[in-house]
Nanobody, 128 residues
Framework: QAQLRESGGGLVQVGDSLILSCAAS????????AGWFRQAPGKARECVAS????????GYADSVLGRFTISRDNAKKLVTLQMNNLDPEDTAVYYC?????????????????????WGQGTQVTVSS
C-alpha cells in the first residue's frame, strides 16, 4: 500500500481553475489504480475521477465531466486533478486514493470500497 499526501487546495472564485496533486510513497504506485474523491459537509464521500495504473482508462462523475481531468506520472509517483470552471457545488475536502487492483473499466468512477490507501485530504472552497 502507498502513503498519500494531497496538496493544492485553497479558496478560489467561481469559474477559476485549480490543480490538486497527490504524492505517493511506498508500495508499487505504478501498478495501482488511483482516484480522487470529495466530501462536502453533510454529504457522503463521492468519487470524482479514477484512472488506471497506466493512465490508459479514466472515468469521471457526471457532475465534473468535461471540467475536471485526472492524470498521473508514475515516474514521479504523482496523480493530479485539473479542475476548471469551478462552481460553489465543488466545495469539499478532496481525497486521493489508490487501489492495488490497477485496472479500470473505461468511463468508470470506482466506488470507495475499491480503494485501500487514502490521503488526509485537502480543502477546496469555491466562493461566489
Amino acid at each position: 500500500q502507498a502513503q498519500l499526501r494531497e496538496s493544492g487546495g485553497g479558496l478560489v472564485q467561481v469559474g477559476d481553475s485549480l490543480i490538486l496533486s497527490c504524492a505517493a510513497s511506498g508500495g508499487t504506485f505504478g501498478t495501482y489504480a488511483a482516484g480522487w474523491f470529495r466530501q462536502a459537509p453533510g454529504k457522503a464521500r463521492e468519487c470524482v475521477a479514477s484512472i488506471a495504473w497506466n493512465g490508459g482508462t479514466s472515468g469521471y462523475a457526471d457532475s465534473v465531466l468535461g471540467r475536471f481531468t485526472i492524470s498521473r506520472d508514475n515516474a514521479k509517483k504523482l496523480v493530479t486533478l485539473q479542475m476548471n470552471n469551478l462552481d460553489p457545488e465543488d466545495t469539499a475536502v478532496y481525497y486521493c486514493a489508490t487501489s492495488v487492483n490497477g485496472r479500470l473499466p473505461p468511463r468508470t468512477c470506482l466506488e470507495e470500497h475499491e480503494f485501500d490507501s487514502w490521503g488526509q485530504g485537502t480543502q477546496v472552497t469555491v466562493s461566489s
